[in-house]
């Protein structure tokens, strides 16, 4: 079955950092694009990165200058490198795949959706 787990999460101090890995398996990960979405308690799923088959990558104006995404098709892994964690960062992460020239731009429709991994920033 084609699948998708994060990994990574975990509680983090304001200013901290993480890396979420997403790991896929299943499916020709490599002909597809991957997108990192989050959804913080109360709001709804957002998506904040993605990584187009051609490594073109796009991210939110919340997270551009402190997330970066990156693919690693021979492991079929996807990575979210987090700097200068806040408050605000707190949510469940989630990695999506999705085909199509415009995923990166429109971040629809996913195929398929990771579990989720929880990331909470606190003092």
């Known amino acids: 079955q084609r699948q998708l787990v994060e990994t990574g999460g975990g509680k983090a101090q304001p200013g901290g950092s993480l890396r979420l890995s997403c790991e896929a398996s299943?499916?020709?990960?490599?002909?597809?694009?991957f997108a990192w979405f989050r959804q913080a308690p109360g709001k709804e799923r957002a998506p904040i990165a993605c990584i187009a088959l051609d490594e073109e990558r796009n991210y939110a104006a919340s997270v551009k200058g402190r997330f970066t995404i990156s693919r690693d098709d021979e492991k079929k892994a996807i990575y979210l490198d987090i700097n200068n964690l806040g408050p605000e960062d707190t949510a469940v992460y989630y990695c999506?795949?999705?085909?199509?020239?415009?995923?990166?731009?429109?971040?629809?429709?996913?195929?398929?959706w990771g579990q989720g991994t929880q990331v909470s920033v606190s003092s």
């Open positions: 299943g499916f020709h990960s490599q002909y597809y694009n």
């Open positions: 999506a795949a999705g085909g199509g020239l415009s995923y990166c731009i429109e971040y629809r429709p996913t195929d398929l």
